[in-house]
């Protein structure tokens, strides 16, 4: 990737990053790269407010099905015509069945019903949105024998990203988790380090693996988490890391660019049942006997030179309570 190539995308980072800080809209003109382009796809999925003007003379020159992709999904808001062959090559396009225009208006019509409707109703589970960092589990793993399913949502705004969430207790210290988030699966077993009968706190350390079918990354990364139940509550802390490797599935004229970001997750939150728990006195077998409970959760995402704020919200209950 030669010099000029590398310096577009840092300008084009700089600027996304001060998008992210101000939360104002901004213009990025006469795109002329794959790579720009997936820049701006990320930003895009992260709801920041950009637009993208794509150089018509590059968007005739590259001619990828990337670019075709991008202009359907707005992705690419408008291309610049600075040459006049570009209004027939987009006929031509469009009469081949390489563009189909009218999909990007389409779907740009259901986001936006989806939407409203989300917001009104509060159904903001069925929105879409990118990755988040979201705990909405508690620093206790499940009995053995344990089944945990939940269901709910996290982001920064609205719209925002599904989360389903479904663990098993392997045995009492040892549970499997997976979660469904995004066109993103993955899996965490996580491990109970001390617990608050003999320590008076709940602790547990978990390593997540997974991977975007939509994207095409991996993600990775370790993590922590402290708390402890009082009676209706279950307050947590938890810290997650986690890397991204985002690689391109098709292969550019410039080769492949693979962009790796870090991310440091923090989350105060609390588990809230529907039913009290027993006292001590009625032994280990019967404090965890609730079945319906919900998860709230804020907290900070640094990555880059950036801090973002992340809710989340979700309601599950428990199959084989002791």
């Not at 986001?111 to 206790?140: D, E, K, M, V």
């Not at 802390?237 to 985002?246: A, G, P, T």
Request: hydrophobic content about 35%.
């Amino acid at each position: 990737m030669n010099t000029s190539t590398f310096e577009r995308l840092r300008l084009l980072e700089e600027g996304i990053s001060n998008v992210r800080k101000t939360k104002t809209e901004q213009t990025f003109t006469d795109l002329q790269t794959l790579e720009e382009v997936s820049i701006i796809r990320q930003a895009k999925r992260e709801h920041h407010p950009v637009i993208a003007e794509f150089s018509g003379k590059a968007f005739i020159n590259l001619d990828d099905d990337i670019l075709y992709q991008a202009l359907e999904e707005g992705i690419i808001d408008r291309l610049i015509e600075d040459t006049p062959l570009l209004k027939p090559f987009l006929k031509e396009a469009q009469e081949s069945f390489r563009l189909n225009l009218k999909r990007n208006s389409n779907q740009k019509n259901r986001r936006n019903r989806l939407s409203i409707c989300s917001a009104f109703l509060f159904l903001i589970f069925l929105t879409t949105g990118c990755i988040t960092g979201a705990t909405l589990r508690t620093a206790r793993v499940l009995d053995q024998g344990q089944l945990e399913v939940s269901a709910g949502a996290a982001g920064n705004i609205i719209p925002c990203t599904q989360v389903v969430i479904g663990a098993y207790g392997i045995t009492d210290r040892l549970e499997l988790e997976g979660r469904w988030e995004q066109e993103s699966l993955a899996v965490a077993p996580r491990l109970q380090i001390v617990k608050s009968e003999t320590a008076n706190i709940d602790a547990l350390a978990f390593f997540e693996f997974g991977y975007s079918l939509e994207d095409g990354y991996c993600q990775w990364g370790p993590g922590f988490m402290l708390g402890r139940r009082w009676s209706y509550l279950e307050p947590y802390i938890s810290y997650q890391f986690r890397k991204l490797s985002h690689r391109p599935k098709i292969k550019t004229g410039l080769g492949d660019f693979p962009l790796s970001r870090k991310y440091h997750y923090l989350k105060f939150g609390s588990r809230i049942y529907f039913s009290k728990q027993p006292d001590h006195s009625e032994g280990e077998a019967k404090k965890r006997k609730s079945r319906f409970f919900m998860d709230l959760e804020i907290g900070p995402t640094f990555y880059s030179s950036d801090v973002i704020f992340e809710w989340g919200i979700n309601f599950g209950f428990l199959l084989n309570p002791k």
